[in-house]
């Protein structure tokens, strides 16, 4: 039975590490801060944003929340982005999804200044990470390789076979772990016979928002699973790995909760420090 990718244990040393990378700061006259605008009253944005507080709270990071009306202009929230990107003190900017109706995402998205753009989804960004140049990344693709490395799994040389080509995980995953040296090949929900291509992966990482599509049979013995998948089922959340099946032949495997999503908050509060840094910030 394949023994654990444990997000929890790997989150805990992380916040640990950005707890003193804090403190460094504030010793050299530099609060972090990381703010957030909430549009409207989504519950699960809600309940996101207040997590990103109480984190920020225990490592010490600053955090201001802007709540705004669901009815709200989309002209006041660009309003409130332009002051935050020229607000010295704001190192960090998140807008929380999804965005009411009428509000136009991609425009939001790309008011958000690329170095603190701590989701890491400004065009920009998002041309760094094909490029290989620095910028701030998505923080779930850093996860996935971020709870691979912590565990002790080496990347450089494996084929790496991603299943999902969203934009906030499975392609930016592509270049970012091509950057170990691993060799990779991308599937979907449309790839004919997935199992075919699944079967050949020393490291499997799935993104692709369907429940418990990858199953046992799809998996070679003794590979490493990464589900950075979330879906709703009754009674709760999972993966997209049939994890109690797939356990049975995985050396390593990520549990849904408690695997990739353990890491998120963490790695959007390192990419608060990497702005610092990239606005001009010296370490």
């Known amino acids: 039975m394949g023994q654990l990718l444990d997000g929890k ?11 003193e990378e804090i403190a460094q700061w504030k010793e050299k006259g530099v609060q972090p801060k990381l703010a957030v605008i909430l549009v409207g009253d989504d519950p699960a944005s809600v309940v996101y944003a ?21 009815s709200t202009p989309e002209a006041e929230i660009l309003a409130t982005i332009e002051k935050l990107n020229n607000d010295q003190n704001v190192h960090g900017i ?28 400004h065009p920009i960004n998002r041309g760094y990470i094909l490029s290989g140049e620095e910028g701030l990344f998505p923080a779930t693709p850093q996860s996935c390789i971020e709870l691979l490395l912590r565990s002790g799994v080496e990347i450089a040389g494996k ?16 270049f970012l772990i091509l ?12 790839t004919p016979d997935l199992g075919a291509f699944t079967r050949q992966a020393d490291i499997l990482i799935a993104a692709v928002g369907r429940a418990k599509l990858i199953k046992k049979d799809m998996v070679k013995a003794g590979a490493i ?50 702005g610092i840094v990239l606005q001009g910030g010296v370490r």
């Open 179 to 190: 950057k170990h040296n691993a060799t990779v090949t991308i599937c979907h929900s449309k």
């Open 159 to 174: 084929h790496v076979v991603i299943v999902g080509r969203g934009e906030t995980v499975g392609k930016p995953l592509v």
């Open 9 to 19: 244990a790997v989150s805990k040393i992380l916040k640990e590490e950005i707890r």
């Open 94 to 121: 998140m807008i929380e999804l999804p965005l009411p109706k009428g509000i136009r995402k991609e425009t939001v998205m790309a008011a958000v200044r690329p170095d603190k753009d701590v989701d890491g989804v």
């Open 50 to 70: 207040r997590s990103k507080q109480k984190v920020c709270e225990g490592i010490g990071m600053a955090f201001e929340l802007f709540t705004m009306p669901g």
């Open 225 to 274: 699973v990464v589900d950075a998948g979330i879906n709703e089922i009754p009674g709760g959340i999972c993966g997209d790995v049939d994890f109690e099946a797939v356990q049975d032949v995985a050396e390593l495997i990520s549990p849904v909760p408690g695997g990739v999503g353990s890491l998120t908050t963490a790695l959007i509060m390192r990419n608060v420090l990497k």
